[in-house]
């Protein structure tokens, strides 16, 4: 049986990389090594940094990210692209370009026979007003107009700056809060409470939140949290229905040694 890969929070030209070009290149290198055996891959959110579509125009750069996920669509194997809270501007380009199905929502999936609730994770889990606010403010159809107005050169550097000040505000960050204070964790657990046990997901597998999770919540369901491709280079699997998060492994030096390495994580 063909595998199904998973990964998350690429953050792809993000100006907080030394060199934007070279992540590009790892990535297209980890998709080059999954393609002989890969059947789906799944892009839980964040994959782009900054993405916004206008009718005729859109950001510069990812050809060859975007011309590797044509490459996969093109051999038959499925894309689906979650859109996260930096790329949740996907109009069209993407499907049309790509091949690649657009997700504007997490949900139920059934993968090799498993039960799969899959979700970037922004705003999963938040009921502070604020936070619904922004969300719904991004959303908004009328705002995304407004914004379009606004000229492709200064949106790209607004949003790029906005996203950089974002993730150095949240670099002290500890990387697991406890299952008490992790959103993703109490929303999985309520979803649990609130189904009943033939409706509840084996896994429940997100992004968003940078940090690497594979934590059993009851005797059935997992949940797994992709951790990112800033620091971790990292992604799930899954094979005959067994899934597992891992990394890929790159010689900083040169990029050229690299290989894929199981991680054994325990909370």
């Known amino acids: 049986m063909s595998k199904v890969y998973f990964i998350s929070d690429l953050h792809l030209g993000a100006i907080t990389f030394d060199n934007p070009l070279d992540y590009e290149r790892?990535?297209?290198?980890f998709l080059d090594s999954i393609k002989n055996d890969c059947s789906e891959l799944y892009l839980l959110g964040d994959i782009i940094d900054y993405w916004f579509e206008y009718k005729r125009v859109v950001p510069k750069g990812f050809t060859r990210f975007l011309g590797k996920l044509g490459e996969f669509t093109d051999a038959g194997i499925k894309v689906h692209w979650f859109t996260g809270n930096h790329d949740i501007?996907?109009?069209?380009?993407?499907?049309?370009?790509?091949?690649?199905?657009?997700?504007?929502?997490?949900?139920?999936f059934d993968i090799q026979g498993?039960?799969?609730?899959?979700?970037?994770?922004?705003g999963i889990g938040h009921d502070s007003p604020a936070?619904?606010?922004?969300?719904?403010?991004?959303?908004?159809?009328?705002?995304?107009r407004l914004f379009s107005l606004i000229h492709p050169d200064w949106a790209t550097s607004l949003a790029l700056r906005w996203s950089r000040h974002s993730r150095l505000a949240g670099r002290d960050m500890p990387d697991f809060l406890g299952e008490d204070k992790e959103h993703l964790v109490i929303f999985a657990k309520q979803y649990l409470k609130d189904h009943k046990d033939e409706e509840a997901p084996d896994f429940f597998i997100f992004g968003h939140r940078h940090i690497m999770l594979d934590m059993m919540l009851s005797r059935k369901s997992r949940i797994m949290i992709l951790g990112d491709w800033i620091t971790h280079f990292s992604y799930a699997v899954m094979d005959e229905g067994n899934l597992s998060l891992e990394q890929f492994e790159v010689d900083d030096s040169m990029y050229e040694t690299e290989e894929r390495t199981g991680v054994s994580i325990a909370f």
């Open 26 to 29: 790892r990535v297209c290198r």
């Open 89 to 108: 501007w996907i109009f069209g380009y993407i499907q049309e370009e790509t091949g690649a199905e657009v997700h504007t929502e997490g949900g139920m």
């Open 114 to 122: 498993r039960a799969c609730y899959l979700a970037h994770g922004d």
């Open 131 to 144: 936070y619904k606010f922004m969300t719904g403010f991004f959303h908004s159809r009328v705002c995304q």
